[in-house]
C-alpha cells in the first residue's frame, strides 16, 4: 500500500507533489512526507494524518524536484519519526511494499556502525543503498535490488544528483508520466493524468532515472532499455464531492450498470471472446479479496443458477497458499476493483503458472492484474475513491451475470433475463430512492453494538457483502451468515441489543428465512427485513422494513445492495466517522 509522486520540472514540485498525494490519499492516509531539492539542498517535512495537514505545512516551499508519500504503516506506527521520506546519508526514499529481509540487512548495517531513528523497513532500504553508494546512484539502487527481498517501488533523491529521481520497482507498481521538460512518478498515473497523457508503465525489476524531461530506463544490470510509451486517459481527475466519495459512488451506482452492461453486451468480439475462454475449459474458480471475493459469492450464485456448473469461489489470500487443484483445464476469474490486489495478482500468477486461462474482472483497465490475465472484462464503473467498494461491487455483480447469459444456451431464457438485466439501472435508480428512509433507520439503531445479516443463495451473498460494507466504516461489530446457521450457535449472541437483518429477494425461500428473523424476534432481538416482496412486508412483523424495487430472482439481489450499503453508510455518519477514510484500512492492498 502507500503512494508515491515524484516530480522533476519547471512546476513546483510541491504543489504537483500535494495534489498527486491527495489523489493517491486512498492507498493509505495515517501520514504523508515530501522531500524538495531546491539550492543543491534537500528538505524534508513530514506529517501524521492527512495530506491536507502536510499541504499547509509545506505551503512556502519552492523548488522543482522533489518526491512525497502518503502512508499505510505497515512496519512501525503512524508517527512522524516512522513517516516517509527517509534518509540515510546521500539517499532520501520513499517507498511502496515490503521488505521481507529487512531485519537481517538492518542487523549487518548495525554491525558496521549504522544507527537507525525509526521502526520502518524502508530506513533500512535506504541505509542499504548509501551503504552500496560509490558515486553513482543507479549502481547503488541496482546492487540494492539484489539483496532486497520482498514487494518494492521506491523514490529516491541522492544529495549528490539535484535535479534527478531515482526509481526502482519489483511488485509494486510505478508508473512514469513524461510531459514536455518535465517528468512525474506514481504508483498509479491518475496521479498526474492531469499533467499529461504519455505514460510509461514500469516493469519489475527495472530501473529509472528521471530529469528534466529526460527518462532512461534500465534493466537490473544496468543495460539500457527501450522506453515504451502509453496513452493514458488525461485531464483532471473528480474533485472533492459535495459529501462523501462513498455516498456519492453509491448514487453513481445506475451508470456504472449501465456501463457495464453495454460494455459486455455492446462488444461482439469480447462475447466471443468470453465464450472462448469459458467453453474450453472444465472448470471454473472464481477468486478475490474482501467486498471482490464477496463478489465471487453472488457471481457463484448467478452462475450456478443460470449455466447450471459448479463454481468454486475461494479467497485470493487462501488460494495462493494451498495448492489449488487448477490445471490447464480450469479458468480463474480474478475479481479486483483497482486490479493490483497483491494477493489477487499472486492467485493471478499461480494459476497461470498451473496452466490456467484467467479472465481478471477489474475496474482499472491498465492495472497489474490486467498485465497477467489472459482476457479482460472491464466494470465501467468509473473512478472509486472512498474505501469501501460500492458502485464497483454491484458492477461485478451486474458482469458476472452478464457473461452467464452470454455462456447460456437456452436462448429462451437468455433473451428473458437479458431483457431484465437492462431493466438495472432503472432498478438501481428506484433503489436509491430508499436513501431517506435508510437514514431515518441509521439514527435508531446507531447506537446498537451488534448487527447481523442472513440469508439465503444469493442473499447469502449478500449479507456477507453488507456486515463488510457495516463493519469497516461503523466500527459496529456485525456477521453475515446463511439464514438456516442462526440456530446452529449465533442465535446465542442475540439479546435484546442485537439488530438482525434479513434479506429476502429469493421467493422460495422467503418463508424460511423469515422462520429464522421470527427466532430471533422471540428472544428479545431486533429485526428488520430487506425486500422487494409486498405481502412479506405486509405480515407487519418486523420493527423496520426496507422495501427494494421488484424484479427477478436474478437482479433483485443486484439492486437490494444498495439500500444495505447506504445503511453502512448512514450509521457512519451517524457514529461521526469519516466513510471515505475508516481507521486502519487504505483503498488498495497491495501488501500481504
Ligand atoms: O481492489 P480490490 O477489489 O482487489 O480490493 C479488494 C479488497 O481490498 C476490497 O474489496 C476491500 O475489502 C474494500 N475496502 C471493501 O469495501
Not at 451486474?398 to 447469459?405: E, H, K, M, P
Not at 440469508?455 to 449478500?462: H, S, V
Request: hydrophobic letters at 40%.
Amino acid at each position: 500500500m502507500c503512494g508515491i509522486v515524484g516530480y522533476v520540472g519547471r512546476r513546483n514540485a510541491r504543489d504537483v507533489i500535494i495534489h498527486g498525494l491527495e489523489i493517491l490519499e486512498y492507498r493509505g492516509y495515517d501520514s504523508a512526507g515530501l522531500a524538495i531539492t531546491e539550492g543543491g539542498r534537500i528538505s524534508v517535512v513530514k506529517k501524521t494524518g492527512y495530506v491536507a495537514r502536510l499541504a499547509k505545512a509545506t505551503e512556502r516551499m519552492g523548488g522543482g524536484c522533489g518526491i512525497g508519500h502518503t502512508r499505510w504503516a505497515t512496519h512501525g506506527a503512524p508517527s512522524e519519526i516512522n513517516c516517509h521520506p527517509h534518509t540515510a546519508g546521500k539517499f532520501t526514499v520513499v517507498h511502496n511494499g515490503i521488505i521481507e529481509n529487512f531485519a537481517v540487512i538492518k542487523r549487518r548495517l548495525e554491525s558496521k556502525g549504522r544507527k537507525f531513528l525509526s521502526e520502518t523497513d524502508t530506513e533500512v532500504a535506504a541505509c542499504l543503498m548509501d551503504d552500496l553508494y560509490k558515486g553513482d546512484p543507479t549502481e547503488a539502487l541496482a546492487a540494492a535490488m539484489k539483496k532486497l527481498k520482498g514487494a518494492f517501488a521506491f523514490a529516491v533523491l541522492c544529495a549528490d544528483c539535484p535535479g534527478e529521481i531515482f526509481l526502482m520497482k519489483r511488485h509494486s507498481p510505478l508508473v512514469v508520466g513524461l510531459g514536455d521538460g518535465e517528468c512525474f512518478a506514481a504508483s498509479d498515473c491518475s496521479a498526474f493524468c492531469g499533467y499529461t497523457d504519455t505514460a510509461v508503465f514500469m516493469k519489475d525489476g527495472e530501473i529509472g532515472v528521471m530529469g528534466e524531461g529526460v527518462f532512461t530506463l534500465y534493466d537490473g544490470n544496468l543495460v539500457k532499455k527501450t522506453v515504451r510509451t502509453e496513452k493514458i486517459g488525461g485531464g483532471a481527475p473528480c474533485g472533492q464531492p459535495a459529501e462523501d466519495f462513498m455516498k456519492k459512488e453509491i448514487f453513481e451506482t445506475p451508470a456504472a450498470l449501465r456501463d457495464t452492461v453495454n460494455a459486455v453486451f455492446g462488444d461482439d468480439s469480447l462475447k466471443k471472446r468470453i465464450i472462448d475462454i469459458f467453453s474450453k475449459n472444465d472448470k471454473v474458480v472464481m477468486t478475490g479479496c474482501g467486498t471482490a471475493y464477496n463478489a465471487c459469492l453472488m457471481g457463484k450464485s448467478l452462475f450456478e443458477r443460470v449455466l447450471r456448473v459448479p463454481v468454486e469461489a475461494e479467497f485470493a489470500s487462501e488460494f495462493r497458499y494451498k495448492n489449488p487443484i487448477v490445471d490447464d483445464k480450469t479458468v480463474v476469474v480474478a475479481v479486483s476493483q483497482s486490479g493490483e490486489t497483491a494477493d489477487t495478482l499472486a492467485a493471478v500468477r499461480l494459476a497461470k503458472s498451473l496452466g490456467a486461462d484467467v479472465v481478471a474482472l477489474t475496474n482499472a483497465g491498465r492495472s497489474a492484474i490486467t498485465r497477467e490475465a489472459d482476457l479482460t472484462l472491464l466494470t465501467a464503473a468509473g473512478p472509486e475513491r472512498a474505501v469501501a467498494a460500492t458502485k464497483s461491487y454491484s458492477a461485478q455483480a451486474a458482469a458476472f451475470l452478464c457473461v452467464a447469459t452470454v455462456l447460456s444456451y437456452d436462448m429462451k431464457t437468455v433473451e428473458k433475463i437479458r431483457e431484465e438485466i437492462c431493466c438495472l439501472p432503472s432498478l438501481a435508480s428506484k433503489a436509491l430512492a430508499s436513501a431517506g428512509e435508510v437514514k431515518a433507520l441509521a439514527a435508531l439503531y446507531g447506537k446498537k453494538r451488534s448487527v447481523f445479516f442472513i440469508g439465503r443463495g444469493p442473499d447469502y451473498a449478500l449479507a456477507v457483502e453488507s456486515s463488510l460494507k457495516l463493519k469497516e466504516v461503523s466500527y459496529v461489530h456485525s456477521e453475515g451468515f446463511a439464514a438456516g446457521e442462526l440456530k446452529h450457535g449465533t442465535l446465542a449472541l442475540i439479546d435484546r441489543d442485537a439488530l438482525v437483518i434479513a434479506i429476502v429477494t429469493q421467493r422460495h425461500t422467503a418463508e424460511k428465512t423469515l422462520s429464522a428473523l421470527y427466532e430471533v424476534k422471540a428472544r428479545g432481538g431486533k429485526i428488520m427485513i430487506v425486500t422487494p416482496f409486498d405481502d412479506l412486508i405486509a405480515e407487519n412483523r418486523f420493527d423496520a422494513v426496507i422495501k427494494t424495487p421488484p424484479s427477478s430472482g436474478l437482479t433483485a439481489p443486484v439492486t437490494a445492495m444498495i439500500p444495505l450499503q447506504l445503511f453502512a453508510y448512514y450509521m457512519s455518519k451517524e457514529r461521526g466517522i469519516n466513510p471515505d477514510k475508516p481507521r486502519n484500512l487504505a483503498k488498495s492492498v497491495t501488501v500481504e
